[in-house]
């Protein structure tokens, strides 16, 4: 008898886990062989096709900073190009596995969110909240978010994970703090705009947690461990940007507190708070405005409809400062509602350093502070014993995890074609031929400044030539967008130019193709001036 309730206990245990395994691992199967058929020959430019570049150097090895920034730095570190470089490899340097990788990043952290709650949260109305929140976000944040590999909208996801594993650290859950570091690190080193509001959270978890430490004179040294795990983690990921700065004159973190200390074009206080409103109030815009424009600037909020988000937005706020100092216990929702208020204030501040016109692609991430704000906000009123459901916390989280699996299987349609330049290749190819008929080994590249559908074009044909094993270097205006390894090293045995057009008086191209309202021309020259002279 007993040893066939021990089988019987024993298989119950297989099935369940046969099924975890595949509530994790389907959801992410079926969309990636939609996205790898819909990237067949695909040509990434721009942005996408930088990334890919600076994937490639990963794999190598040789990838010391972030992505790149148009102010003339990168981003602190290259955490998110070494998770990347794996699957890249793998797939022999496909560019479907970037957003494949991707894909995989974003469902993993909703995993996350779906095991915490199940885990911290007492009352199954509170992951089922989650669930309906996350849904009508999905929704705001738009069709391909997902599998985006773009540095701005692939950090979002974890930022929320990041603000609950806080939560959990401030009650005492030093199990995560490894976690914690690692997804800090990630988060700053692939966009420093996140850097704000990762150190609020941080410090707010920190002083809740030592609080709480000191209240309950709690000296054990179990806690030692996760602790040496994260000092670690912020070792071996740091030390990258570190020997960079240490042997680059000016290296780029210098170059970054060069930037933020300097008296670029800021924002004012309320247009900080106009920003922030409407990011924290994100369902109200999706109800007025639809999906978030990545690209295109904020469309106006005046008037009784800014009113609304006002309103909303001091609502969450309120609940949140009330919560923070309401609830008696050191819950986790209590803390919950103290890092998500630390981040919405420290958001404001983080808004008026932005430089230039503020694009959502920028302040995107304020959103997922409200999303994790809503939680914390109305939380404790679900969780509350007159609105207790008949199922257990388990079975919400279940929910929770079927819910997000759902529409995560359903989504994988190609990349979106305005991060392509499908003529790449054949003008790659051009290239190529033209370079081997005529003995050049190592061109310079020259490209035309001030036209950015140029730049565009240019850097997918420069991608599938570097994928083809051609050497060549860049203009030094143009280091900062692909890294060290284009440096001129004066071995350039000519000189490839890329310009917008055909100028006058110019020989004929060696190829033209259309490209947006102009054309892309390029010219092969033989023995150039040397790149550093010019």
């Known amino acids: 008898m007993g040893s066939g309730m021990s089988w019987s206990a024993g298989r119950h245990q297989v099935v369940v886990l046969a099924i975890l395994v595949g509530l994790a691992v389907l959801p992410v199967i079926m969309p990636a062989s939609r996205i790898i058929d819909g990237m067949r020959n695909a040509s990434p430019a721009s942005d996408f096709a930088l990334l890919e570049l600076s994937t490639g150097e990963a794999l190598r090895g040789t990838q010391l900073l972030g992505p790149y920034s148009r102010f003339g730095w990168r981003h602190p570190g290259p955490a998110y190009f070494y998770l990347q470089a794996p699957l890249y490899g793998a797939s022999g340097a496909s560019s479907a596995s970037l957003p494949v990788a991707v894909l995989i990043f974003n469902w993993a952290a909703l995993l996350g969110v779906v095991t915490c709650l199940g885990r911290w949260v007492d009352r199954a109305t509170v992951p089922i909240f989650a669930l309906a929140l996350f849904l009508v976000y999905g929704l705001y944040l738009g ?3 997902l599998y985006n590999i773009w540095n701005p909208a692939v950090t979002i996801l974890p930022l929320g994970v990041f603000l609950i594993l806080c939560a959990g650290l401030a009650c005492g859950r030093t199990r995560v703090l490894p976690i914690v570091a690692g997804l ?3 988060l700053v080193q692939t966009h420093v705009g996140y850097l704000p509001c990762v150190a609020a959270g941080a410090l707010t978890s920190g002083a809740l947690w030592l609080r709480r430490r000191r209240r309950d004179g709690d000296v054990a040294t179990s806690r030692h461990l996760p602790m040496i795990l994260a000092v670690a983690t912020l070792a071996a990921l740091w030390t990258m940007p570190l020997v960079e700065q240490m042997t680059r004159d000016p290296g780029n973190m210098s170059l970054i507190l060069r930037f933020f200390r300097g008296e670029s074009a800021g924002h004012t206080w309320g247009e900080a708070l106009a920003i922030v409103t409407r990011e924290i109030a994100w369902p109200w815009s999706y109800f007025l405005f639809g999906t978030l424009p990545w690209y295109a600037p904020y469309q106006p909020l005046e008037g ?16 949140l400062a009330f919560w923070s100092v309401r609830l008696r216990e050191p819950s986790f929702l209590r803390a919950l509602a103290c890092v998500c208020l630390a981040c919405t204030i420290v958001a404001v501040l983080a808004t008026t350093r932005v430089s230039g016109e503020i694009r959502p692609y920028v302040t995107a991430w304020i959103s997922m502070v409200g999303v994790i704000g809503s939680l914390a906000a109305i939380g404790p009123v679900l969780a509350s014993r007159g609105l207790a459901l008949p199922i257990g916390r388990d079975q919400g989280a ?5 819910g997000l699996a759902i529409p995560v299987a359903l989504v994988g349609r190609p990349l979106v074609h305005d991060s392509q330049f499908q003529p790449a ?3 790659s190819d051009a290239v190529r031929a033209e370079l ?7 061109p310079h590249v020259a490209i035309q400044t001030g036209s950015p559908e140029l730049f565009y074009a240019a850097s997918a044909v420069l991608l599938q030539l570097h994928k083809a094993d051609v050497a060549f270097s860049v203009d030094r205006v143009w280091l900062n967008f692909f890294g060290e390894r284009w440096h001129p090293s004066g ?9 917008a057009g055909r100028p006058a008086g110019a020989p004929p191209a060696l190829v033209c193709v ?21």
């Open 143 to 145: 069709p391909g978010f």
């Open 304 to 319: 009784w409809h800014q009113a609304v988000g006002g309103a909303f937005a001091l609502g969450q706020i309120g609940l």
């Open 425 to 427: 290749r054949s003008v």
């Open 514 to 534: 259309p490209n947006g309202a102009s054309d892309l021309c390029v010219w092969l020259v033989l023995r150039p001036l040397s790149p550093s002279a010019r």
């Open 184 to 186: 800090s690190t990630f």
């Open 398 to 402: 279940l929910i929770l995890a079927v």
């Open 436 to 442: 081997l008929a005529s003995g050049v080994h190592r």
């Open 491 to 499: 071995r350039e045995d000519g000189l490839l130019e890329f310009h």
